[in-house]
Structures are given as C-alpha cells and as structure tokens.
C-alpha cells in the first residue's frame, strides 16, 4: 500500500501579501516542472491567504493555515475559524506546532479540540509533534510523541485517521540546520505510525531543518511521507528545487 506524499510549507510569519504574489509568480511558474504525484501545500500567514488563494486557482496546489481556532465563531478576539478559511479554499491546517505550543498556549487539549473542528469542518489537520533536546537526552522521546499524538486524535474514529496528517518535528531540529537522522526520524516515524489503529495509510512528515540536500535521504524511508518545511521553503526557487529532490528516492 502506498501512501499519499506530501510537502507543505509553512511560512510562519514571513511575507506580505505582496511578497506572497511575487513568491507565486515564481514558484507556480515551475510547476510543469516538478512530479506530479507529490501534493504540495503553501501555508502563509492568515494577512497572505486571499493574494494566495487567488493566485494558485487552477494549478492543482492546495492552500493551508498556521493555526485556527475550535469555535467557529463568537468572541475570541484576534482568532481565525474555520469558516472564515473555507471562504478562501484553505483545505489544511497545521495544529500543534511546537512554536505556538512554547509562545502561544497551544495544549494537548486545544489541539485536539482542533482537530475535531477541522476534521467536521473538511479541512485536513496536519498535527505536529516532537520532543525537546532534553526530552531525547532523557530517553523519552517515543514515549512523547506518542502520548502527543493519542492525545490529538483523541475521540477520533480510526476510520477518520486516513484523513489526517502528522508532522514528526523534532523541536531541537527546527530552524536549527541540525536535522534528525534520516533513519532515526523513520524510526520515530514508525513508532507513531504504530500507536493508534487507523494510522497506516496516514501521511507522516518529517520536519526540521529539510532542505534541498538531505530531503531526498528521508523520502528513501519507508514511514517518511513527505516534509513540513520551514526556512527552506521561503524561496520559490528553491522551494521548487527540493519537491524536485523530494522525488528522487532510490
Ligand atoms: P524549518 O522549520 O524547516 O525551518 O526547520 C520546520 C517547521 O517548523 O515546520
């Protein structure tokens, strides 16, 4: 059985609307060039979705958010629902980041709230997890993730879990040029995979620190699905560069 591939850029907080719409003019314009079977996804800020959205009609790359709220509407001030995405075509939404877990309260349990929101909703949560350096250095690194992930899909069916998608990132891995081992990302990978019915056909991703070099050694794993790319994804040119490497597994 195969399963789906993705790469999904997350752009944190980096680029206007315009800098978006002239990322766009770039990238989509390699397009043609780039394997047909990996599905990409672009999540910019909230301030970028409506230039993306209508940028990216018709060329087959699907839109995604940063975060969303649980509630679809009410007084939640500053917050995006997942109505508000839907009217821009936005398909996924990243949950659980670990940035937003450090800086911005997100918690096992909003994260979940959040994925039953965005899974009654339509839109494909993509539920990050991954432990810290000391979380490694103690030897509780398994024991993390998969408590995150039972956590985030908890009161999910596993008929459901087909639907959704992981991100294994490692937090001492992100932003840091230091990726994790190809083969050790696969075994973590694998770990989750494990650790609830429903999950084979779900994609993982590996994420910190991928770029155009190494991104090939983790799509040769067997549990490696594709990437959630930060930093390397702020450039079209070479965004395009590495779903091109994405492709070349052995
Ligand atoms: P990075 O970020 O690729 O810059 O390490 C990945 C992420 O945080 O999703």
């Known amino acids: 059985m195969s399963v789906r591939r993705l790469v999904v850029a997350n752009w944190k907080m980096n680029k206007t609307a315009a800098e978006t719409a002239e990322y766009l003019d770039i990238f989509l314009a390699q397009l043609p060039s780039l394997p047909s079977d990996v599905e990409i996804v672009l999540a910019p800020p909230f301030t970028s979705i409506a230039r993306a959205a209508s940028k990216i009609k018709g060329?087959?790359?699907?839109?995604?958010?940063?975060?969303?709220?649980?509630?679809?509407?009410?007084?939640y001030t500053g917050e995006i629902s997942a109505p508000m995405l839907l009217e821009f075509g936005v398909s996924h939404v990243i949950l659980g980041h670990s940035e937003r877990r450090a800086y911005c309260d997100e918690t096992d349990r909003t994260v979940n709230l959040k994925v039953h929101t965005a899974l009654q909703q339509g839109i494909v949560p993509i539920v990050a997890v991954g432990e810290t350096l000391a979380q490694r250095r103690a030897g509780i690194t398994d024991d993390h993730v998969v408590?995150?992930?039972?956590?985030?899909?908890?009161?999910?069916?596993?008929?459901?879990?087909?639907?959704?998608?992981?991100?294994?990132?490692?937090?001492?891995?992100?932003?840091t040029g230091e990726n994790c081992d190809p083969v050790e990302a696969n075994r973590v990978m694998a770990t989750i995979r494990s650790s609830l019915q429903g999950l084979d056909e779900t994609p993982i991703l590996y994420g910190g620190s991928m770029n155009t070099d190494n991104v090939g050694a983790y799509a040769a794993q067997p549990d490696i699905n594709g990437g959630l790319i930060g930093g390397a994804s702020l450039d079209p040119n070479g965004f395009a560069q590495l779903i091109r490497s994405a492709a070349v597994s052995p």
């Open 59 to 75: 060329f087959g790359v699907r839109l995604g958010a940063q975060t969303m709220h649980w509630e679809l509407r009410g007084a």
């Open 147 to 175: 408590a995150q992930t039972k956590a985030a899909f908890d009161g999910v069916s596993a008929g459901a879990l087909p639907g959704v998608v992981i991100a294994y990132e490692p937090i001492w891995a992100i932003g």
